[in-house]
Structure formats: structure tokens, C-alpha cells
């Protein structure tokens, strides 16, 4: 059972750097600290709010994995 765990943990964790990774497009590490505040507040709609929502939910879900795993272990 813990094996099994900690692999889909590890199947988890490889998808949500994924999925985060697949967010960040056009994006860049400067632009965080820039002026630039067009870019931080906006709308997100259509697959970028899908691929949003799902980072989410895939997040909510590592943490449970997480929570599970160490009462297991």
C-alpha cells in the first residue's frame, strides 16, 4: 500500500510541475519584479482558466496525497 502511495505521489508531483510549467507561457522571471502590472491582473479565460482551475485541483489533491501518506507512514 505504501509503495503504491508513494508512487502516485511521485506521478502527482511530476504532473503538477507540468501543468505549472505549462502555465508560466510568456512569462518571464524579470517581469515579475518589473512594472509591468497588465500582466499580473487580468482575466484568464477559456484553456488558461481550465489549465488554472486544474493546477488548483491538482495541488488540493497533491496535499491530500501528502497528509495521507504521513499519517500512513
Not at 12 to 20: K, M
Not at 41 to 54: A, M, N, S
Request: charge should be positive; proline fraction near 0%; aromatic fraction near 10%.
Amino acid at each position: 500500500m505504501e509503495t503504491a502511495l508513494n508512487l502516485v505521489m511521485i506521478l502527482v508531483s511530476v504532473v503538477l510541475i507540468l501543468v505549472i510549467l505549462l502555465q508560466t507561457k510568456g512569462s518571464s522571471f524579470s517581469g515579475a519584479f518589473s512594472g509591468d502590472s497588465g500582466s499580473i491582473y487580468r482575466t484568464r479565460r477559456g484553456v488558461e482558466k481550465t489549465l488554472f482551475q486544474f493546477t488548483i485541483g491538482l495541488a488540493v489533491f497533491f496535499v491530500a496525497l501528502a497528509i495521507v501518506s504521513s499519517a500512513i507512514g
